[in-house]
């Protein structure tokens, strides 16, 4: 069964610093775009960052230039630095990952139980 194990979050004063991480359980044949989205009561979940499997990053403007994405293929995982972090940086973080399983099957979207990140004035 295919699973992402997110880490990291939590509390932190605006100007600090987060990290996320997100890594792929159990056996997959090749693991696609991964990215990190965000949800906050009320809204749609938002993307934050993506990465593809060749290492093409894209960014919301909101995080450009404060937040980094990164990955490992090996370790099927990614990483998502969080620096300057501002009140509005608020909400439940989720990984996202395009994943197809076997050679025989299908890409398939796969989202993580998501972390919360809260950032305090």
């Known amino acids: 069964q295919v699973q992402l194990v997110e880490s990291g979050g939590g509390l932190v004063q605006a100007g600090g610093s987060l990290r996320l991480s997100c890594r792929v359980s159990g056996s997959t044949s090749t693991v696609h775009n991964m990215a990190w989205y965000r949800q906050v009561p009320g809204k749609q979940r938002e993307m934050v960052s993506l990465i593809t499997d060749v290492g093409n990053t894209n960014y919301a403007d909101s995080v450009k230039g404060r937040f980094t994405i990164s990955r490992d293929n090996f370790k099927k995982m990614i990483d998502l630095q969080m620096d300057s972090l501002a009140p509005e940086d608020t909400g439940v973080y989720y990984c996202?990952?395009?994943?197809?399983?076997?050679?025989?099957?299908?890409?398939?979207?796969?989202w993580g139980q998501g972390t919360q990140v809260t950032v305090s004035s």
């Open positions: 996202y990952a395009n994943i197809r399983r076997n050679w025989a099957s299908s890409r398939s979207d796969y």
